[in-house]
């Protein structure tokens, strides 16, 4: 019986994000086919988002491409491939553009920001703050971000490559690299076609 009730409320549950998601579908900018959308989930300007097929953002996360912050107007731009998966309670935050491209995962907890509260301005708190300018970025195909990263304005990501989780990442990491730590430093590359090269520890 226990098995039976299991089974019955996923069922449920994936019927209800497909019309959580068809209520949503109209107000982005774009949107393709087979993208699931859990619930609850936190989308701001929704028109500024647009979505590749198959995606998939599970609950709890924020979308927030900025359009005004203490009385300066932005453009934000978050951009998702084909085939991105955005774990559970992930913030991406663009005043300029986010663009995560086809096949990457974003594990859970991860923070993609292209700008952040300028806490130079010590007569206000942080959080009300103007931002910083704007540095778009990217993340590249296939690349995979761990548990709880972070991925801080400016940075570009390439393809196929590994952040660590937990680690801070503030410079590019480039192709096939594995980057690890706070702030995050590179390891080794991957690819099987490279794979006797060392890249130096440099932080990134």
């Not at 907890?109 to 931002?131: C, E, K, L, Q, S």
Request: glycine share 8%; proline share 5%; aromatic share 8%.
């Amino acid at each position: 019986m226990r098995k039976l009730i299991l089974k019955v409320a996923k069922k449920l549950r994936f019927r209800f994000s497909e019309f959580h998601t068809w209520l949503l579908s109209n107000s982005f900018e774009r949107i393709g086919e087979g993208v699931r959308i859990d619930f609850p989930i936190r989308i701001e300007q929704p028109g500024s988002i647009s979505i590749g097929d198959g995606c998939i953002l599970y609950s709890r996360s924020w979308f927030n491409p900025v359009a005004a912050w203490s009385g300066q107007q932005y453009n934000g731009k978050i951009v998702l491939g084909d085939r991105v998966m955005i774990g559970y309670g992930c913030q991406i935050s663009a005043a300029s553009s986010v663009v995560i491209e086809d096949d990457v995962t974003v594990a859970a907890g991860v923070v993609i920001v292209d700008h952040i509260h300028d806490h130079r301005h010590v007569d206000t708190a942080i959080f009300a703050a103007p931002i910083s300018e704007p540095k778009p970025v990217r993340i590249g195909k296939r690349a995979f971000l761990g548990v709880y990263c972070f991925i801080g304005p400016g940075v570009q990501i390439g393809e196929q490559a590994v952040i660590a989780a937990n680690a801070v990442v503030t410079k590019d990491v480039p192709a096939y690299c594995i980057a690890v730590g706070s702030p995050a430093r590179l390891t080794r590359f991957h690819d099987p076609a490279v794979s006797n090269e060392q890249p130096t520890a440099a932080e990134v």
